[in-house]
């Protein structure tokens, strides 16, 4: 217990601060209200159908309207934090405070991301919660596949938010981690595009030809796909035909963690000689 | 141990990244592998359906080829067994009848046993040779075509859904076709937007063609698909019908799409009570409201089938026996269904009784037909409304029809058909018959009532031998005019 | 008496990215500070001092040469570390928190807990004289309040170090009084201090020892009895008469700079300043100002800094 204490306490500590730090950030506020409207006003689309028609288009429009928001406004603030929670903290000189403590950087790093995941679980569950409340009031049964949406909306945050933690620890302020963590969110939605390339290359039989499609194989299996999550869209209209979900959320789950470890890992690497 | 960890924590921490890179790299093949089950899933469902609904007749398509291979993989699976195969259909087929067995069919497609033919899955569907596997969801992203879908970034629902407020906009303009094409981007985008295909197939089979008059016979077309000639506006009818199959092939397991096309389109638009019925019986195989077994019913007794609409209603008032329905509504269809029974009975023993030879079965056969009209009769006593009522008369003209009065049953029939509306085409159908019978002219209007277009008519682009087929069905029709 | 930090040729290059020049920032510094003494460390702007105490926290790391803190290498060590605390310059402390908890947060940080946690906060606020503030968020905080709760935050292991960098800039003259007070009620507890800072006047007021760097060069090292030139007193008065310059000549104290009544008087070694002062009166002469015999810290700092500037342009 001591020893739990004495390994985990330093960045629990770091990680309780940096939430309560974190968010109260105006920015984070600010996509989290816009959220909030855009889930609220959803409930409002339904103005624009055709009320003759007696549908649940309504109720799909909603469901596929607040999915999407908050993966967008998810991904923005998680982006957003992750890139801006370690340069903040250089650029106050409060890390001088924290690091001249006995706390070794990885403990810092420990507990700073899990701060940040604090923070975007928060979010996720404060969307999802308004987002439940407005289904439940549509429909009037409990939206439970909700709930799994989120679920794996969270880790795929959690990729974004570990790869775009460990550039934000190669930077000094944090202007360059944000454009990375969403130039990693945006190809790592376009990974698919790699398995194109790799069906296209060693058409000519050159060389180089070949060697792209080696590198665009070797890539599309190295990086993270995105696109793995987008089930989390097709939980939440739950077709009866859908191939069981019971087989891919717990790949899903395991891949997130890998991936957020490989982030981490490189986040460690970068910081542990970085000078303050 | 902790000494050792912060001694080397640079060289352990690299080696996590690399084992989780490593990890990483498994796992991607594992969701590839996982997706790309997914597709071949979803491909073989919409091919079962295909083969079980759809496959009337056309030339095999390289889905109908490939589908084949496949079953003939699945004999071999272990978890299907020969007691799963139904008469008439493939393994796959059988299996994917029941949609209970939805889960069995995913571990076939997910298995080591089909590997090749995943693979060969994927490549057919890359190169675009498989009609089904179009904008099957992850069958573009599996075969890696450039997809501008992708760039949605997973939002395809949503643009799905904004598209569809256009589509609704371009139908409150008016503007029919831009509609149509819209409609197809949208269950491009998102082929699980069932509502879709509800809607859209509402729009085209009804308001579509609300203004339209229908098409004269000279300026109709032949569609071969179709068997029919077909203007304008009776191909909006078919275009429904298009929209709704592609529907049931990417969602098979939904109800509603079986109910709009068997009912909506089969049975309203079109009178294919056939088809309705078909497909209805597919509908309340799924999950379904409890309102839908009742369309079922009618169908059938439209179809002729009293007996199944009779077990029908039988059995929908023992499940929900305190139902409004069961109470006041299925009582009444019950009676009709058993009063059809009791004429067709009837009528079948009748006329055995006259082909009969034997002069001691003639009588028995018509004693056992006399049985049964009366239960007819008193069935339709005992009903006591219109169509009651109706049937009742039509009785009546049908008996004073045996005793060669043909001219009272002729006017019988005629009260009748005008008091009960629901019985008119039939009611003058046997008037004609009647009229026939007894060498009565018939009326301009019962003449070509006779030469029923969709019998005789022609139209361009008809096949020769389908028109020889209706000259030779008018001749023979014209030859029974006096 | 014992070091407690040791430098030994300590090096520290800044490389220039792409094409830029390296910065050598420190060069060859060998250091001790010792037990229990206030040390003052003192240079220009960009003379090396933060990158010296940086190096020491283990913020930056050594180009080469060697750092020993309590006798040991490791300065990364959770012993070592436990046994530091610091003060950095200008450092933002977050609003949201009141002041026993920023404490509390730092305080866990060095691994209190339960009652000990509770005690050093105590302990900790009533030593800076925190105690009416300690509910209060930061945000309702002054300046000195600020800086106070980082001393604190500083103190809340009970360090035998201190690093502390410019810890009195932009306060006012009392809050300085104050913190200086405090600095030297902590070196009587026998804590060793580390001050790096531009207020001269009080680096000399409590420090024992000082160092002086410049362009990463150590100049100077040593007490202010040592380092500060001792030199003649000298008066300006007023109410000067003939017969008082003749006087003030025969006893040996020279008169310059006469403007009238006024004059400049440069009294010898062996006259303390007392002396000065009853001489004054016995001649009537109203003592305008009178200059230390010894040179101040800010003078010498300027003689040496601008020797070493000299120096460089000779080289270069």
Known sequence: ?276 | MLDFIKKYQTALMAGVLLFSLGAGVLLNNQLRHLRESEAFYRWLLAAAVNERLFQENEDPSEDALFFARCTALAEKFPSFSPSDKVDGLSMIGSIAKNYENDKRLWFFAESDLAKEERAEFLQLAKKQKLQFATDIEYAEAQAGGVNIFNLFFGFRKVAANLVWLEVDRYWHQGNVYRMQTLMRTCVALDPQFVEAYLVGAWHLSYNATAQMQDTPWPQREWNAKYGQCLGEKERFYYYGVDFLREGIRRNPRNYKLYFDLGFGIYKQKLEDYPNAVKYLSEAIRLPHDRWVPRQLFLCQELNGQYGDALEGWKDYVERYPGSMTAVEVAPRFIMRNEGMLYEKEARTLRKKAKESTDPAEAEELRAQAENYWKKARDTWNALDDPYGEGRKLMMDALDLREEGRYLEAIATLDKARWDTGALFEEFSSLIMEIKLEAHIPLSVSEKKALLRESEVGLCSGMPDEERQRRLKSAESIESTFQ | MTTVIRTTALNKIYEGAFRGQDVHALKDLDLDIRQGEIFGYLGPNGSGKTTTIKMLLGLLFPTSGKIEILGSESIDSATVKRNIGYLPEGAYYPDFLRGEEILAYYGKLYGLRGKELKKRVDETIELVGMQHARKRLLRGYSKGMRQRIGLAQALISDPKILILDEPTTGLDPIARKEIRDLLLQLREQGITLLISSHELLEVEMISDRVAILFEGVLQKIGSMAELLTQRELSMTVDHLSESSVSDLTDKGIQVEDRTGNRAVLRLPFYMSSYDGVEMCKAHSLNLLSISPRRETLEELFVRIVSTASKAREVVQ
């Open chain 1, 1 to 276: 217990m001591t020893f739990l204490s004495s390994v985990f306490g330093g960045p629990w500590c770091i990680a309780v601060y940096t939430y309560r730090e974190g968010i109260r950030r105006k920015l984070l506020i600010g996509f989290l209200i816009l959220s909030l409207f855009v889930i609220f006003g959803s409930s409002f689309i339904s103005s624009f159908l055709d009320p003759s028609a007696e549908t649940d288009i309504d109720l799909k429009l909603i469901k596929d309207i607040c999915v999407t928001a908050i993966a967008i406004f998810g991904a923005l603030i998680t982006v957003y934090i992750s890139a801006s929670v370690v340069p903040a903290e250089m650029e106050t000189k409060v890390i001088y405070t924290v690091l001249s403590k006995p706390v070794r950087r990885v403990q810092y790093l420990l507990g700073k991301f899990l701060g940040i995941q604090l923070i975007i679980l928060v979010n996720l569950l404060l969307m999802g919660g308004l987002f439940f409340i407005a289904l439940y009031m549509r429909q009037g049964i409990m939206p439970t596949l909700l709930l799994w949406s989120i679920f794996l909306t969270y880790f795929e945050f959690l990729i974004i938010s570990a790869f775009t933690f460990a550039v934000s620890c190669a930077a000094t302020s944090p202007l360059v981690p944000t454009l990375g963590g969403l130039f990693i969110y945006i190809t790592a939605n376009l990974t698919e595009y790699l398995k194109d390339v790799e069906h296209r290359a060693g058409q000519t039989g050159q060389f180089f030809d070949n060697l792209i499609g080696k590198i665009a194989s070797a890539l599309y299996s190295i990086l993270p796909n995105l696109q793995n999550f987008s089930i989390k869209m097709q939980i939440v209209n739950g077709q009866p035909n859908d191939p069981p979900t019971d087989v891919l959320i717990p790949w899903l789950v395991l891949y997130s963690l890998v991936y957020a470890l490989a982030g981490f890992a490189c986040a460690y690497l970068v910081f542990r000689r970085k000078e303050v």
